[in-house]
Structure formats: C-alpha cells, structure tokens
C-alpha cells in the first residue's frame, strides 16, 4: 500500500460509546497530524507529531485521545463524543515539521466520516 | 475577522470554460500561498503553490496573488468534468512553519 490509509471510512457511534480511528502512512514521513473537517468551515488542527512526540494541541477536547505508538501509525481515541463532533476526521503526514509548508507538504488520508447519535 | 475567505459555492460552469476561484485574506505578512484539491470522498492534495510576488503556471492551471488587494486566484483553462472538486485556498502561520490557515474550500462542478 502506498499513501495514508485510515480506517474505518465511516463510522456511526452513540454518545457513551468509545472507538478509535486508524491511520497509517507508507511515506517514510516524520510528522503525523489529525484534522477536523466540517461542512463549508476550514480545516481545523487537532494534533500534530512528529517523530512520535505530541508537538500541537489546539485546545481539543479531552473526549479526543490521540496516540502515535511509532511514525507510520496514528490513532484518535474517542469517548463520551457529541453530536457536535460529527465530522471528517483527516490524517495525513509530512516529511517534517522543519520545512516550510510548500517544502514539506502534507500529505492526506480520504478521512472517517464519523457520525455520533 | 477570519483569516481566508473563500465563496463556498458551488460554482457550476459548462465544461470548456475558463474557471476563477478566488480567496482574500487579511494578513499580507507571507510570501507564498497554496492551493489545495478535494475531490468528493477523498483528502485534500496539494495542487500548487505560489509566491506573493506574482503568478505561476502549470499546465491548464494558473495560481496569481495580487498583494495590493490581498485576494488570491486560481484559474483554470479548458476547464473538464475531472475539474470537479472543493479547493481550497491556504497560507503558513507564518513563512518558516508548518502550520496552515485554511479557506472553507469552494465547490466546482464543471458540467459535460
């Protein structure tokens, strides 16, 4: 497999449930983020890392767990979600966080669509 | 105030067409700019970038920044039903970091 695969595609949860969405990149990159993507609003940061370190934080709420057990794998541990939080989760990966943007571009997953009930 | 704008659409033209997608922003303290596609039900690519300084072309597209009125373009040419997709628009926090500030995207449709 080449690129940034994230598992499940889509994913339906009740707002006690707790899962977690998968994401794995085959780029050989350092950097790993999670982004947030809600209709007609920008992407929003969620977490950044890079060489396996949390660098990034945007103020996300705890109900959001992220885990980066090496650099080609991220997860995002969720638990006691809102309907507010239904979204497309994005992943993606870049080369590393010492280049610029255009240098180092990111490099993204089709995302989970997720859906809380 | 935010920081990129983007009409979010859609705009729908007939294939053929040339196309304009333009964002403004408010911050003119950055030397490039980039454009990202989405196409439905995938992540976001990078399609190209562009320094403040003036336009850049590959192939069909055209990416132009005009500093004076702080508005950025993209233009396509002979646009194609494969055209069809969200862009959108993004700048650095700043020149050196990694970080980006994002448009909302604006939907195209090209029509066969």
């Known amino acids: 497999e080449t690129g940034v695969t994230q598992t499940p595609r889509h994913l339906v949860m009740g707002m006690t449930n707790k899962k977690s969405l998968k994401c794995e990149q085959h780029?050989?990159?350092?950097?790993m983020y999670w982004y947030k993507q809600s209709a007609k609003k920008p992407l929003e940061l969620m977490f950044v890392?890079?060489?396996?370190?949390?660098?990034e934080n945007n103020s996300v709420p705890s109900r959001f767990s992220p885990e980066c057990p090496n650099s080609s794998h991220l997860f995002l541990h969720l638990h006691t979600l809102q309907p507010e939080d239904s979204a497309l989760y994005l992943c993606?990966?870049?080369?590393?966080?010492?280049?610029?943007?255009?240098?180092?571009?990111?490099?993204f997953g089709n995302g989970t669509r997720l859906t809380v009930t | 105030q935010k920081e990129v704008e983007q009409d979010p659409g859609p705009l729908s033209v007939p294939e053929g067409a040339i196309v304009s997608l333009n964002c403004t922003y408010s911050?003119?303290?950055?030397?490039?700019f980039m454009w990202y596609r989405q196409y439905s039900r995938k992540g976001p690519e990078l399609l190209m970038y562009?320094?403040s300084s003036g336009n850049k072309e590959d192939g069909r597209f055209t990416a132009q920044v005009d500093k004076s009125s702080k508005y950025i373009s993209l233009f396509i040419r002979d646009s194609q039903p494969s055209d069809s997709a969200t862009y959108l628009c993004?700048?650095?926090?700043?020149?050196?970091?990694?970080?980006?500030?994002w448009g909302a995207g604006t939907k195209l449709i090209i029509k066969p």
């Open positions: 993606a990966s870049s080369q590393d966080l010492t280049s610029s943007s255009y240098n180092s571009p990111l490099h």
């Open positions: 780029l050989g990159h350092n950097a």
């Open positions: 890392y890079n060489f396996k370190e949390q660098t």
């Open positions: 911050n003119s303290a950055f030397q490039y």
């Open positions: 562009t320094y």
């Open positions: 993004a700048r650095p926090l700043t020149d050196s970091n990694y970080q980006l500030i």
